[in-house]
């Protein structure tokens, strides 16, 4: 463990400092003279009147310095992305692809640098950092092949505007960018407020290398909302965040004829009844606190016949006792590291806290892996395992998605009761149910509000082929997902599947 100092910086902060000096050596057109991060803008890079730092949630340290553009600049670099639609859509999709095809070598051949620099920027393990970039990877690979069938008869609707939560940046976010602008689009995204903002200006500046009609900017949401959602240049949004400001973004689109897919968050029930295969269940439990359940499809809910939870509980201790939680990058295995800031992880408590004081019982609260830190490195934005029982009804955790791991068990003595309480949040994004009866497990299935049910298994967004969308108040708009997501955003004779308001 490295605990000495040089020049006044702990020697721990160096590798991130050492790894930017890469980043700059190989994308130096990202960077300003003084190290700073710009924003690629319809084929410029452009100077932000200030700057925000970019906190790695690992070890506190700051990991760069990313643009904060105003409300005007970003107005005007729309109708300059904006521009740059109709020269891309006029070139044939062979023509695209081909374009689009030299981004991803570009991506390929700097792989290991984006996967260890995405490991600093948001906190994920090296192995799970590594799965968000080659997922995006061998995603654009499985829509090279098949965007042909899918834009038969289709054209593509103008500038796409994407707004992103910070957790995929690549199999999500950029897989998106890479599809909207192969279908013939031009595209502008927004950094991520919380993290992510480093890897993606990186990657971007490789696809405008491409020549791709991609642009990233990086501000204040509430000062560029007006320009990436309203601006009359935006022929379609993409959104995947929380529902207050999914609501807000959906109220503004509504009225409008402007494409939209818009995630939002929801509570995703796991039921279990009549059930004996405990072993299993085990396995996804412990499946399901990849990057510590900061996931839009991530199960923080478990509403269990009244007579199984003893055999829950002990199955679920049992399993989550053996999780490792601490430092990602510093060589010792871990499970998940950090959430995404130590403000998270107080939110967190003090919703934990005050469930307590009004007599909620913690059934479990994990330790962090002590020799899995730096040594006197920051631990705020640390949080291991915790399981709650008897929520009150009026709390946050009982009626929100927490997005981090922290579980709700709820127990339940008939099947509408269970039912009752797994739609809970009016709607979500996956749900499941455990049973050894199947037609048991069939009657419940259809009765939960989710998109996607599980039979004694987990759900998840799914890749390549796979649509995704959401019920109730977890989504709106058209769903995505293989030739979904194409459809979203072309326009042609194939109705969209979606969540439409009534």
Request: charged share 20%; net charge neutral; glycine share 10%.
């Amino acid at each position: 463990m490295l605990d000495t100092e040089r020049g006044g910086e702990p020697l721990r902060h160096l590798e991130s400092r050492l790894l930017l000096a890469e980043a700059r050596r190989a994308v130096p057109e990202a960077f300003d003279s003084q190290g700073r991060l710009l924003s690629p803008v319809a084929g410029k890079w452009v100077q932000p009147p200030a700057w925000f730092k970019a906190i790695s949630p690992v070890d506190g340290s700051v990991l760069a310095e990313l643009p904060l553009l105003g409300a005007a600049q970003v107005a005007a670099g729309v109708e300059q992305a904006a521009a740059e639609f109709a020269p891309w859509a006029a070139r044939p999709l062979d023509d695209r692809a081909r374009t689009v095809a030299e981004a991803v070598v570009l991506l390929h051949s700097h792989r290991d640098l984006l996967v260890r620099i995405l490991a600093w920027d948001i906190g994920k393990t090296l192995p799970t950092a590594s799965n968000d970039v080659d997922r995006c990877l061998a995603g654009i690979a499985w829509y090279l092949e098949q965007m042909g069938r899918m834009i038969d008869g289709r054209k593509p609707l103008g500038l796409v505007s994407n707004i992103a939560s910070w957790n995929y940046p690549f199999s999500v976010l950029l897989l998106n960018v890479l599809v909207q602008s192969l279908a013939g689009n031009s595209v502008i995204a927004k950094i991520p407020t919380q993290g992510g903002g480093v890897s993606l200006t990186l990657a971007f500046a490789l696809l405008r290398r491409a020549g791709l009609p991609v642009s990233l900017v990086g501000g204040r949401g509430r000062d560029l909302s007006e320009a990436l959602v309203g601006h009359s240049h935006i022929a379609g949004v993409a959104f995947i965040g929380g529902r207050a400001n999914g609501g807000e973004v959906h109220r503004r689109l509504r009225d409008t004829d402007k494409r939209y897919a818009l995630e939002m968050e929801g509570v995703n029930a796991y039921a279990i009844t009549h059930f004996t295969d405990w072993d299993g269940l085990g396995e996804q439990i412990r499946a399901g606190f990849d990057f510590g359940k900061q996931r839009c499809t991530a199960y923080t809910r478990w509403v269990v016949e009244k007579s199984l939870v003893p055999k829950f509980v002990r199955t679920y201790v049992d399993t989550v006792s053996t999780l490792r939680v601490g430092n990602p990058v510093v060589g010792a295995h871990v499970d998940f590291g950090p959430l995404i800031s130590p403000s998270k992880v107080q939110e967190l408590r003090t919703l934990i806290e005050e469930a307590r004081a009004q007599g909620t019982q913690v059934l479990h609260q994990g330790m962090l892996a002590e020799d899995a830190f730096s040594a006197r490195q920051e631990r705020g934005a640390y949080l291991p395992p915790v399981l709650l029982f008897g929520v009150p009804r009026d709390s946050e955790l009982y009626l929100r998605e927490p997005f981090g791991p922290v579980d709700v068990l709820v127990s339940v003595d008939s099947e509408e009761e269970l039912l009752r309480e797994a739609n809970v949040s009016n709607g979500a994004l996956v749900a499941s149910v455990a049973t050894d009866d199947p037609e048991l497990a069939r009657r419940i299935a259809e009765r939960l509000h989710a998109f996607k049910v599980g039979i004694n298994a987990l759900r998840s967004r799914g890749d390549r082929e796979e649509s995704f969308g959401g019920r109730g108040g977890s989504w709106a708009g058209a769903f995505v997902g293989g030739i979904h997501l194409v459809r979203a955003f072309t326009d042609g004779p194939h109705p969209m599947e979606g969540n439409w308001p009534a």
